[in-house]
């Protein structure tokens, strides 16, 4: 029953992440947001909240002033979601920062930093 459970929450997570992708790019007009990617989508096994990661393009800009304005449209995107979707409940949206691309890069780096070293010191 729970890995049933599971299958079923994260088969309406992507289809959430999809759909989420579309509606931001066609419907939102703040032009801050235009560049976001829906990277992943986690739903609550009562199906009733779904946190949903986002990345932007232009990471420079202000990442809290885009979460507050994919927060503000949440309810929007929901109503959205209604109708290109059939669930009896639509979740509730939370948009948040998905560092794990950034933090990707740094841990990256750090190893690509220590293999610079680990040569040097071979090489000496």
Avoid at 1 to 11: A, D, K, L, V
Avoid at 31 to 60: C, G, I, M, N, W
Avoid at 96 to 105: L, Q
Wanted: aromatic share 4%.
């Amino acid at each position: 029953m729970m890995s049933q459970e599971f299958s079923r929450t994260r088969r309406i997570g992507e289809l959430l992440q999809r759909e989420l992708a579309q509606l931001i790019q066609k419907e939102l007009k703040d032009p801050r947001v235009k560049l976001v990617t829906v990277s992943h989508v986690d739903v609550a096994s009562d199906l009733r909240r779904a946190k949903v990661y986002v990345t932007f393009l232009q990471e420079e800009q202000d990442i809290q002033e885009r979460l507050r304005i994919l927060n503000k449209a949440a309810g929007f995107l929901q109503h959205g979601l209604s109708r290109r979707i059939e669930l009896r409940v639509i979740p509730h949206l939370r948009f948040v920062y998905d560092d794990s691309i950034k933090r990707g890069r740094h841990l990256s780096a750090l190893i690509d930093e220590a293999v610079k070293k680990d040569s040097e010191i071979e090489k000496n």
